[in-house]
């Protein structure tokens, strides 16, 4: 490959994915000195065949590979897992057969009475769900248990207790990780009580994160092994995932009938030992997916809501924290326009930083790099890497991409968010086609429920008393958490 001559210095092969240079933003500044389009990197792992993995950066090339069904397809996931076919582990199967099959039960488990919708009316604005849908409900109640345990929490700690804070690793009374302790209590409850999936443990914080734990490696390695390439975490991955998922069949079995999992135990079909087996096997698929979009997404995704707010947001100079009363107010701006402030904040930090796709045909494009041709060439078999998080803050597309945008801009830019997936712009026209073989978009089936649930999650905050930062830019990262961010209140 020719040398490219530049001070910041990106290798093109290396044993793994580039994770490292991705994170550190090396990746990015590699590609903005050499005006790269495209950044082709070869991994060559210790065994096994080696794989292209081309990145993009630019929002309009992302939002185009979103929609390219002809180049590209889904089958990254199938591969990733080590399953596809007629073998198929999960519900975003490469097989088209399995995966209308999957599709037609969850719709037939979610339009049983009371259905469940997805979005309400013509607009995919506000409301996205009428306020007595078990989704809205579910979230609410969510939000006041979490709240309670909190209080209660706090009202339980003697001084014995607060003695022994500091080796138990407790917090000081009044100070809560609102991530640890209230986003990812708030999201095992919704997938507690509206799919039905419960873990074991000594007390909420314990089962939600016991539930994280059991579903993140899934994720980890959708997201850092392309193509299966370094088999320890596919081993270590698709080990775990049988324990959660031997866990949802344990659940489906004992799930209250109005959960999902016991709607989809009334669809049932109670002959052919054959087909009882196939319909328990699409019912872990799908709740795999969905329960982890709910706990592990969401969750990560109030994360990254909590660290725009304290990062991107402008304050009254000279004041060290996030007052009460500035977090009241960005609340209700919020409430007033959720699509758009939901989706600025996720814009900035999303818990999809990049998306795979799989080449399935050969092409070429423009490169606009002057040492290869002009042109970069995909071959099937190569994987895409959708930069979308550096998308999402691409200057061409978006004025000053490192702030807070006006609603307004916001609205117009709906078709360029890319944090769900291809833009879901017109959510109405598509419930009716939605899924088929020929819809050529994959946004995210479920960003109106997450958009609800993250709204009442951040108007629940309010419920503790006066609760605010004592210094800002205290957001830390934490793969296991989301995040920590620790914040104040009066606790008594
Ligand atoms: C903040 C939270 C969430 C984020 C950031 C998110 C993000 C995404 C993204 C980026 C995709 C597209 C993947 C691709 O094109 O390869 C997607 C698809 C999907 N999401 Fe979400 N998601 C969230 C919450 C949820 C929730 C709560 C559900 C619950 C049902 C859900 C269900 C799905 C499903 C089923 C798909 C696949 C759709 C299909 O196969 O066509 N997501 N999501």
Avoid at 15 to 38: D, E, H, T, V
Avoid at 322 to 332: F, G, K, Y
Wanted: aromatic share 10%; charged share 25%.
């Amino acid at each position: 490959m020719a040398q490219i001559e530049t001070h910041i210095n990106m290798p093109d092969a290396g044993s793994a994915f580039p994770m490292k240079a991705l994170q550190n933003g090396q990746l990015n500044s590699f590609m903005k000195a050499n005006k790269r389009r495209f950044f082709s990197y070869k991994i060559k792992p210790f065994l096994g065949k080696p794989l292209n993995v081309h990145f993009a950066v630019s929002n309009s090339d992302v939002v185009n590979f979103y929609k390219d069904e002809e180049n590209l397809s889904l089958s990254n996931y199938d591969l990733s897992l080590r399953t596809g076919g007629a073998k198929s582990q999960f519900f975003i199967s490469a097989d088209i057969e399995f995966l209308g099959r999957q599709w037609a039960l969850l719709n037939r488990a979610l339009d049983l009475e009371p259905a469940i919708n997805r979005y309400q009316g013509d607009t995919p604005s506000f409301p996205f769900l009428a306020p007595d849908d078990p989704i809205a409900l579910c979230a609410q109640a969510a939000v006041n248990q979490a709240v309670q345990n909190i209080l209660a929490r706090e009202n339980a700690k003697s001084s014995i207790f607060s003695l022994l804070k500091f080796w138990r690793k407790e917090r000081r009374k009044g100070e809560i990780d609102v991530i640890k302790d209230y986003g990812n209590v708030v999201t095992y409850l919704i997938v507690r009580d509206f799919i039905g999936l419960s873990v074991s443990g000594q007390n909420l914080f314990k089962q939600s994160s016991k539930l994280r734990l059991m579903m993140g490696p899934m994720f980890f390695n959708l997201f850092i092994n392309p193509g299966a390439r370094r088999p320890i975490i596919s081993f270590l991955s698709n080990f775990i995932s049988k324990i959660y998922k031997r866990r949802i069949l344990k659940c489906y079995g004992e799930a209250p009938a109005e959960t999902l999992l016991g709607r989809l135990r009334t669809l049932e079909p109670n002959s052919d030992p054959v087909q009882l087996d196939q319909h328990r096997k699409y019912v872990a698929n799908i709740v795999m997916e969905l329960a982890g979009s709910f706990h592990f997404l969401t969750g990560s995704g109030f994360a990254g809501i909590v660290q725009a707010i304290d990062e991107k947001e402008t304050y009254p100079e000279n004041q060290p924290g996030i007052s009460n009363a500035d977090l009241v107010q960005l609340v209700e701006n919020v409430a007033h326009d959720p699509r758009e402030k939901l989706d600025e904040y996720l814009r900035h930090y999303s818990p999809t930083e990049f998306i795979f796709r799989a080449v399935q045909k050969d092409f070429e494009l423009k490169s606009d790099t002057p040492w290869t041709d002009g042109t970069t060439k995909f071959s099937q078999g190569d994987m895409m890497c959708l930069l979308t998080g550096l998308a999402s803050k691409d200057g061409d597309t978006f004025e000053n991409p490192d702030s807070v945008m006006p609603v307004e801009n916001a609205k117009c830019l709906r078709h360029k968010y890319l944090h769900f997936g291809s833009p879901d712009v017109e959510p109405a026209k598509r419930r009716s086609k939605f899924p088929s073989e020929n819809t050529p978009h994959h946004p995210c089936f479920g960003q109106y429920w997450a958009r609800t649930i993250l709204l009442e999650m951040l108007t629940g905050l309010l419920r503790l008393d006066n609760l605010h930062t004592v210094k800002r830019g205290q957001f830390k990262m934490n793969p296991f958490s989301g995040g920590i961010y620790k914040m104040q209140f009066n606790s008594d």
